[in-house]
């Protein structure tokens, strides 16, 4: 059977229940047209509710998902089930812990299509809690002049989520409170806000 056009986001997971509310969240606020993607879930051999839970937490009746189950352990084997399974000419492959950007797949499929000599591409991580380090720290006046340029740099809804975590200290869940947005969107949106600026920052 010919694939697909698009891509698949295959989600290898074991016991991964607890961590579907974030996962879907941030999967669910993807920019990319519904049309061109769709979801596959691996459940390795779990014995929580996963595989009920990700049916039945799946936000997006627009974007199909599909829970597959792979009775060997070990991500190997189940990341070879989803290449074996998938129905797209491309992939993702995404951990059950990784909340993707908003425009993560957008951009990937954008660039990959483009440029069909690529057979892989990576992404940029950034490791997102309620403890995150702050961007913004005691620097020479030099580093805080092009760190204030960064953040002018970016749309007003990222730069506030930063000055709001970095600056004046909110937790994640205030933040939630006082933009009206869940903790894993403003996860998501503060882990954009900061890969922004950095790229600024780096340039």
């Not at 295959?10 to 941030?26: D, K, Q, S, V």
């Not at 380090?133 to 760190?147: N, T, Y």
Request: with cysteine.
């Amino acid at each position: 059977m010919n694939p697909r056009p698009g891509i698949e986001v295959i989600i290898c997971t074991y016991n991964g229940a607890p961590r579907l509310p974030a996962l879907f969240a941030a999967l669910s606020a993807q920019s990319l047209d519904a049309a061109r993607w769709s979801v596959l879930l691996i459940d390795n051999a779990s014995t929580d509710s996963t595989a009920g839970d990700a049916r039945r937490l799946w936000p997006r009746p627009d974007v199909e998902l599909r829970v597959i189950n792979e009775p060997t352990p070990g991500q190997m084997a189940a990341r070879e089930r989803g290449r074996a399974e998938t129905r797209r000419a491309f992939v993702c492959f995404c951990d059950d812990d990784n909340l993707l950007a908003p425009d993560y797949l957008e951009t990937a499929l954008a660039i990959i299509e483009n440029q069909p000599a690529l057979g892989v591409l990576g992404g940029c991580g950034d490791a997102i809690s309620d403890d995150i380090a702050p961007m913004v720290s005691h620097e020479p006046a030099e580093w805080r002049h092009d760190v204030a340029a960064a953040l002018e740099s970016l749309p007003a809804h990222y730069r506030r989520i930063i000055l709001l975590r970095d600056l004046e200290g909110l937790t994640i869940a205030e933040i939630g409170e006082q933009l009206g947005l869940t903790r894993e969107a403003v996860k998501s949106r503060l882990h954009r806000a900061r890969l922004l600026a950095r790229e600024y920052l780096a340039c």
